[in-house]
């Protein structure tokens, strides 16, 4: 079998108005985990967000980016993931106290809600919101299409942080406008008799052959997945210069310098005193 790698696969039916798209991360995902240690559970639901995320992102017509949030009350009070249109992705997690062990999305966030926003490079900021009333996230995200795009969707999630190469994968499949009917309910139950093993650890087209071998399909070429943060100095020095130099040079005359961490990438940012000067005398930067 050959192990996956960051690779998404878009695909079409020749027979009926539904698409499909399968995503495998393995080292995007990896990344994600090597910013903090997670506790086990919220490993997995990290895992499934991105992989998620990753599907979604690729529904988008238009160059732009998307942000999919959890938020809850429950001891998982934050679980949020960016991506864009290239297929770069970043995600991070919060929690507080013991986490139970679980799967269950309700669970672990308590009373919340799905936030999927989207942001063209071109145009206007969308944003769709549904409430966690599912007890998994591919039932919210159904409940989110169902809601807001009002598009027949199901999505399938699997991740598994304890292999030695931690791993995730997913499936959607999606009604397109006109869709006959019973189309698209024979496709999904084909599509649901995947297993999480399969899914984890077969190429993309062994897979979409065991499950589609009597229907046409017409595979599009992969699109790499990556991990990107956008953090930089130079982000965190535009942020000292909206603190001022009065406020940023008193931190580091009473703590010896000034730290600045990216939750993301676990990437760590020092200024020091003479950091200051040079920033706060450099001539304006003319755009």
């Not at 949030?69 to 770069?88: T, Y």
């Not at 999305?105 to 409430?131: C, F, S």
């Not at 077969?202 to 790499?224: G, K, M, N």
């Not at 009473?254 to 005398?281: P, R, S, V, W």
Request: negative net charge; proline residues 5%.
């Amino acid at each position: 079998m050959t192990q996956p790698i960051d690779t998404l696969h878009r695909y079409l039916f020749d027979n009926y108005e539904v698409r499909g798209e399968l995503v495998q991360l393995q080292q995007s995902y990896q990344q994600v985990l090597a910013s903090q240690h997670y506790p086990a559970p919220v490993q997995r639901l990290l895992g499934e967000l991105l992989t998620a995320t990753s599907l979604l992102t690729a529904t988008l017509k238009f160059e732009g980016h998307i942000n999919v949030q959890l938020q809850g009350d429950g001891p998982v009070s934050l679980v949020v993931v960016n991506g864009d249109n290239a297929q770069q992705l970043r995600g991070i997690a919060r929690w507080e106290g013991d986490i139970p062990d679980t799967d269950n999305l309700a669970e672990l966030m308590g009373k919340g809600y799905l936030a999927i926003t989207i942001t063209p490079n071109d145009g206007e900021r969308y944003q769709g919101i549904v409430e966690l009333g599912q007890d998994s996230l591919s039932k919210s995200i159904e409940s989110y299409f169902a809601q807001s795009e009002q598009l027949k969707t199901r999505i399938w999630l699997f991740t598994d942080p304890q292999l030695e190469q931690p791993q995730c994968a997913g499936i959607l499949l999606q009604a397109l406008p006109n869709v006959q009917e019973g189309d698209f309910e024979h496709l999904e139950a084909l599509t649901h008799t995947i297993k999480a093993q399969e899914l984890l650890s077969l190429e993309a087209h062994e897979i979409l052959y065991r499950l589609y071998h009597q229907d046409s399909v017409r595979v599009f070429d992969p699109q790499p997945v990556s991990f990107l943060c956008s953090c930089s100095r130079e982000k965190c020095e535009q942020a000292l210069l909206q603190l001022g130099e009065a406020e940023a040079t008193d931190v580091v005359t009473e703590e010896g310098k000034i730290e600045m961490n990216c939750d993301y990438c676990g990437q760590h940012y020092h200024f020091n005193l003479a950091d200051l000067q040079t920033l706060f005398k450099a001539p304006p930067t003319i755009h």
